[in-house]
């Protein structure tokens, strides 16, 4: 990111070079117009407002000779320059992208929504700096996001954390139509490959979560207020304990020699019961009591499906 010059220092650098360093930066974010460019480097201090844009011309120019396949600007390009090709571009190799995928893989099941946006931004960038097609795409896809309007779930976010109530349409796959839900948007998690809005039903008033991906609009934002949320709090022994596994609603209330008390607060029981589930022999439920015999008649259940 570049700051405006200060004039009084311009004269220990060069200006061609400084304009020609600002223009491929834009050039790499995205096609631009002449105007564009020029706005910029005013901004920056760069160039005078009264300067000549053949300036701007022997600049692309210069940065052509120096091996960056810049496109003239006209009808075909919307009237703006496109670098199709420049000679910093990286070198990755398929063994490199390998290694990123391996790495990316033990953290992903395990990380939350903003860390897998800013991983889906840096594979993105990326991409954006390599020539061969082939690992382009290669490095688009290891985001666990890849399928996503990454821009969407950073407005749900935001509407998380201004307790925003979302007028949407949703299409539940056993449905025939898309139905019209108000909902308190509470949060916004990765689980099982798939991005979820946890959130409250005004009108049911019940904790649901949505499938980001059946969310079909949203037709309006407005503050939700005098709404009192509660949460199932689950009591539980869990031994071959490590913190590393903790979610940020989960916490110790007693260390014991075998194992941890934990306290954990989940959205609703279905989440509730998922997670404990996922702990297996190594968690015993302590309390609520009605709770527990949920999961004692969830395990005889399966076992039961297990045996037939």
Known sequence: MFKPANKAELNQISLTGMRGLVIVGMLMEAPQTLE???????????????HSNDILRIDLNT???????????NAKTD????????????NISKDEVATIRKGFKKIKDSANISLLLRYDALFKKLAGYTDNNDIKEELYGLSALKSYNTELIKEMLDDCRNNIVL?????????????????????????NDKVYLYGY?????????????????????????????ESVCIKYFL????????????????TLSDGCII???????????????????DCTVLEPSDFRDKIIQKLKSMRQNYND
């Open 263 to 281: 306290e954990g607060r989940y959205h609703n029981e279905f989440v509730a019961v998922q997670r404990i589930l996922s702990f297996g022999a």
């Open 63 to 73: 940065l052509r000779a120096m091996g960056c396949d810049i496109t003239h600007a």
């Open 167 to 191: 007028t949407l349409k949703y299409k539940n796959p056993s449905a025939e139509a898309e139905s019209l839900k108000e909902i308190l948007a509470q949060k916004v998690v990765f689980q």
């Open 239 to 254: 031994k071959s304990f490590g913190v590393n596994i903790l979610e940020e609603n989960e916490s110790i209330i007693e």
């Open 36 to 50: 564009s460019i020029r706005a910029k480097l005013v901004e920056l201090n760069l160039l005078e407002n009264d």
């Open 201 to 229: 039903d005004i009108n049911k008033k019940e904790a649901v979560i949505l499938n980001l991906q059946r969310i079909c609009s949203i037709l309006s934002r407005t503050r939700g207020s005098g709404i009192e949320l």
């Open 79 to 90: 009237y703006k320059y496109v670098l199709k090709k420049h000679p910093f571009s990286l």
